[in-house]
């Protein structure tokens, strides 16, 4: 089998590609698949990176995967003004390297760690649903989908409400703190899936997960977030995802 390497800047050193990365006025090409998927959260923070950006989805695939680093989406192209293209792709890379940008990463080594960790714990929960569950035989889906409901979701929710309540219960994950981070973000976007999800098991209520709740609002007062919420774009991934998964 032929492997064709995806492309990347090879002429340029990698302090030319780290300021390359930071600069202003780069065009931020996000490509993934046509609904929300795992990348809500990195569109938000390519929306709200006040640099120009495109959210583009493969032509064809699997013949697409070539052209990826891993085989896999997402994948984001950073477009330089003197045209290098710069390449990143694992979606915790892609949004930390997003979040720090944006400063939604905290404001030290340890709150980035933090947050990273809370991020962690989160994106496995629902990455366990898309492996265990989605991509599961017919045969064996239920079994499955009761599994993660019954072990996996509930531990979850378990640990957050605990970890909130921890540091004061304030819609913010970490403690006195007031600033949006991608902590919150990351559950703001997931929590609505997981909700429809679970439906039927009834564990979220505003007695039973007051905290995590807190954080939905704590997300939807960020005006940026709000303003994602809305648009247009925002809406058509929704229905696409609701199409394609149910939630
Ligand atoms: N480790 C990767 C996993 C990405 C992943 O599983 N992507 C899926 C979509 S959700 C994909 O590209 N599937 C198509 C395929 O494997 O051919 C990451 O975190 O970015």
Known sequence: MTV???STSTSLTFAQMSELAAAKGNTLKLKYFPFHGMVEAARFL????GE???FVH????PEDKVNTPFGVLPVLNIITESGDNLELAELAVIENFLAKRSGFLGNSVWEESIISMIVSSTSTVFDKYIVMVIRSPDSIRQEL?????????PEWIKYHEQYLINS???GYYLKGSNEVS??????ATLLPAIMKIAEKREYFSEEKTPALFKVLETAKKHPEYARWLASEEYKDY?????ALLGF
């Open 182 to 187: 991608l902590a919150e973000i990351k559950t």
């Open 58 to 61: 493969p032509e064809a695939w």
């Open 238 to 242: 929704t229905a696409k995802n609701i």
């Open 4 to 6: 064709v390497p995806s």
């Open 46 to 49: 390519v929306y709200t990176s």
């Open 145 to 153: 989908l009761d599994r993660w409901l019954d072990l996996t979701l």
């Open 52 to 54: 120009k950006y495109e």
């Open 168 to 170: 004061g219960n304030t």
